[in-house]
């Protein structure tokens, strides 16, 4: 009997061991992140009394589904009385962009919401350096610029086409990581959420917005249309078979403390 008990403890230990050592890099996750960053000078800085239009301007989601592929959205938010939308701006009709840390990507099934207008969005490359928000390596171009041609929501897939990533941001140091979170790291950025100047931030993503008032027949888009800039906001979500593995092994440690006690007795 006492060599059973042993035995079976020590398969719970081996048990816990190959749980503790499964790489989260397998998990699929999640980072939200906000478009909330102007730079000085921005028009979104001044939406009436010279106050800094109120932020967040859009929520990014970029979900790492396996090793070589993610999906992307942009979407545009409303804060109290104003509405901002994506419009395309610049020769290029730049509407938004990323810095991804491998740009070797193939991007698909792109979808987006029309708001005003008939625009047509298409995977533009490299977005370049956009003016005052940093460099972006890959962006998305519309077919149409200004604000009589605005879309709420940009969705997109995008493929690895060599090696793999490891997780989501640079700074896990998985390896390769999808978002390079350190870049365009700034100390002059305007905080659109609490105002604050001077506020110290990366910027990994970036869009054009369109400020508008009032909403469905009655929506206008006026003249305050700029860059802003955006950065990671939470830590990463595990995916749900992750969260059943946390369960798993806190389970076994609790079969583990309970045949250790028995043991004891």
Request: hydrophobic share 35%.
């Amino acid at each position: 009997m006492m060599r059973l008990k042993t035995l079976s403890i020590g398969f719970s230990v081996l048990a816990l061991i190959s749980f503790m050592t499964v790489s989260p890099a397998s998990a699929v996750s999640v980072l939200n992140g906000e478009i909330f960053l102007n730079p000085s000078g921005s028009t979104l800085n001044n939406c009436g009394g010279g106050t800094v239009c109120p932020g967040a301007y859009a929520s990014v989601t970029v979900t790492l589904v396996d090793p070589t592929h993610v999906t992307v959205l942009f979407h545009a938010l409303t804060q109290g009385s104003f509405s901002y939308l994506f419009g395309g701006a610049g020769p290029s009709g730049n509407i938004a962009g990323l810095v991804l840390t491998n740009t070797n990507v193939t991007g698909s099934l792109l979808t987006w919401t029309n708001v005003i207008g008939t625009n047509t969005l298409s995977f533009g490359g490299n977005a370049g350096s956009v003016d005052g928000v940093g460099s972006y390596n890959f962006g998305i171009n519309a077919s149409d610029n200004g604000s009589s041609h605005l879309v709420q929501d940009i969705g997109f897939t995008l493929t690895l086409n060599s090696g793999t990533w490891g997780c989501l941001t640079f700074t896990q140091g998985c390896g390769t990581s999808v978002i390079n979170n350190t870049a365009n790291s700034s100390t002059t950025w305007v905080n659109s959420k609490t105002g604050q100047t001077n506020f110290s931030s990366p910027s990994w993503a970036e869009a054009h917005l369109s400020v508008c008032t009032g909403s469905g027949a009655t929506l206008s888009c006026g003249t305050i249309t700029a860059w802003s800039g955006g950065a990671a906001i939470s830590s990463q979500v595990p995916e749900p078979g992750t969260v059943t593995l946390l369960g798993t092994g806190l389970l076994l440690v609790g079969a583990l403390s309970r045949r250790l006690n028995r043991f004891r007795k």
